[in-house]
């Protein structure tokens, strides 16, 4: 079965501290992909990341930083020195290669707020 | 436009009544999928399409639901008889050339709330 975990609903934490999303994803599939996404108020998904399960480099751009461990499946993301522009709700999801189109399960999301 | 766009940005209607969400996808996207976003909860895959044709459309709750996209651009959602259980944010989203274990990424519209009373 295919799912994906965040088991953190809401976070709150005050500008410039760090902060760190839990993702942990289910998959039969050898090949997959992995994603995260922020969700402003405005509604729109923005996409932020894609992985390949072949790649388990670590990724950073700019404040932001992904890790990714197939040993425990997880696929978190860290924010450094968080900035009230930050405060949206992040969704992981999951792409399993098997799965025509690439069709992306989610989950639930974290809703993060930043504090000034 | 740049993005995806979808129109009616809001919708209120009547139990039991009919309703058309429309999906603009980026250009030059061949395919499109629809989710839907209920309060509180991730994004739920409806259906997806690649250039004209419903290549999945698993997610489908019901017969109700129904999504054609004619001419392999515009798509558009079609609910019948709506239920209060339909309320929901109905999002759109695009992405180039899709091949099956390719991971493509998938961009999204602003999506479409509907509430029905």
């Known amino acids: 079965a295919q799912k994906v975990t965040q088991a953190q609903t809401e976070i709150s934490v005050v500008e410039k501290e760090d902060v760190t999303l839990d993702c942990v994803y289910e998959?039969?599939?050898?090949?997959?992909?992995l994603f995260w996404y922020k969700q402003p108020p405005s509604g729109e998904l923005v996409f932020l990341i894609r992985r390949n399960s072949f790649d388990e480099q670590n990724e950073i751009s700019g404040r932001y930083s992904w890790n990714f461990q197939k040993s425990t499946s997880s696929f978190n993301f860290t924010i450094t020195a968080s900035q009230v522009v930050d405060s949206a709700v992040y969704f992981c999801a999951l792409s399993e290669a098997q799965n025509q189109g690439g069709k992306l399960i989610f989950g639930q999301g974290t809703e993060l707020s930043v504090k000034p | 436009g740049a993005g995806v766009s979808q129109t009616p940005s809001n919708k209120v209607t009547e139990k039991g009544k009919y309703v058309e969400l429309r999906c603009d996808p980026i250009?030059?996207?061949?395919?499109l999928y629809w989710y839907r976003q209920s309060l509180g909860q991730g994004p739920e895959f409806l259906i997806y399409f690649q250039g004209t044709g419903a290549a999945d459309d698993s997610g489908l709750p019901n017969d109700r639901f129904f999504a054609v996209r004619p001419e392999g651009s515009v798509s558009t959602l079609k609910i019948q008889r709506t239920e209060r259980g339909d309320s929901a944010v109905y999002l759109c989203?695009?992405?180039?050339?899709?091949?099956?274990?390719?991971?493509?990424?998938?961009?999204f519209g602003e999506g479409s709330w509907l509430t029905v009373v």
């Open positions: 998959t039969r599939d050898t090949t997959y992909y």
């Open positions: 989203a695009s992405s180039p050339h899709p091949r099956q274990g390719s991971g493509n990424t998938i961009y």
């Open positions: 250009s030059g996207h061949t395919a």
